[in-house]
T-cell receptor
Framework: AQSVTQLGSHVSVSEGALVLLRCNYS??????LFWYVQYPNQGLQLLLK??????LVKGINGFEAEFKKSETSFHLTKPSAHMSDAAEYFC????????????FGTGTKLQVIP | DTGVSQDPRHKITKRGQNVTFRCDPI?????LYWYRQTLGQGPEFLTY????????KSRLLSDRFSAERPKGSFSTLEIQRTEQGDSAMYLC???????????????FGEGSWLTVV
């Protein structure tokens, strides 16, 4: 069984400030971890993923996330927020092996204040 | 690469009517998934196909829901006797099997919004 907890359903940051979106996971086997972004009335776009290897993962649009096994965390960061980053962000987990059923968190809505 | 395509993007229907959504996955992808997303929630898994075989169905998928993937290409999701609680966005996604290039990444379509009135 696997699950994801996203801390904070809404996060507000000023333009140019650090973005930190928190994600903790639970998985009985080594996980694959993902961050997706969703703009209003659109589907999900993959930002980045962790499968194996380097624990610091870089994605699109300047985002990165670090897999910390000891903390069961996969927090998403971006050094400087841009207005275009305003969207909803979903952390997700799937188990290694099997058919990759992906379990999503409830999402964090990011607001960027000018 | 045209991505995952879903049709229609929006559907408004009266309670009790049947609706069908279509999904065209990325052409070389052998795995196809359906998810449902309601307002303020993350996507919830509904069902999964490997080629034409439907290998798992969530308990969220009641008897009124049926999904098919004939010939392992496009897929349809039909909802019979729609209820107001079925109002949601239905997301289709596809991926390659693990071990293949670009495996482990699921690509989502734009979603099909259903409103039951």
């Amino acid at each position: 069984a696997q699950s994801v907890t996203q801390l904070g359903s809404h996060v507000s940051v000023s333009e140019g400030a650090l973005v930190l979106l928190r994600c903790n996971y639970s998985s009985s086997v080594p996980p694959y971890l993902f961050w997706y972004v969703q703009y209003p009335n659109q589907g999900l776009q993959l930002l980045l993923k962790y499968t194996t290897g380097a624990t610091l993962v870089k994605g699109i649009n300047g985002f990165e996330a670090e897999f910390k096994k000891s903390e069961t965390s996969f927090h998403l960061t971006k050094p400087s927020a841009h207005m275009s980053d305003a969207a909803e962000y979903f952390c997700a987990v799937s188990a290694t092996g099997g058919y990759q059923k992906v379990t999503f968190g409830t999402g964090t809505k990011l607001q960027v204040i000018p | 690469d045209t991505g995952v395509s879903q049709d229609p993007r929006h559907k408004i229907t009266k309670r009790g009517q049947n609706v069908t959504f279509r999904c065209d996955p990325i052409s070389e992808h052998n795995r196809l998934y359906w998810y449902r997303q309601t307002l303020g929630q993350g996507p919830e898994f509904l069902t999964y196909f490997q080629n034409e075989a439907q290998l798992e169905k969530s308990r969220l998928l009641s008897d009124r829901f049926s999904a098919e993937r004939p010939k392992g290409s496009f897929s349809t999701l039909e909802i019979q006797r729609t209820e107001q609680g079925d109002s949601a966005m239905y997301l289709c996604a596809s991926s390659l099997a693990l071990g293949q290039v670009s495996g482990n990444t699921i690509y989502f379509g734009e979603g099909s919004w259903l409103t039951v009135v």
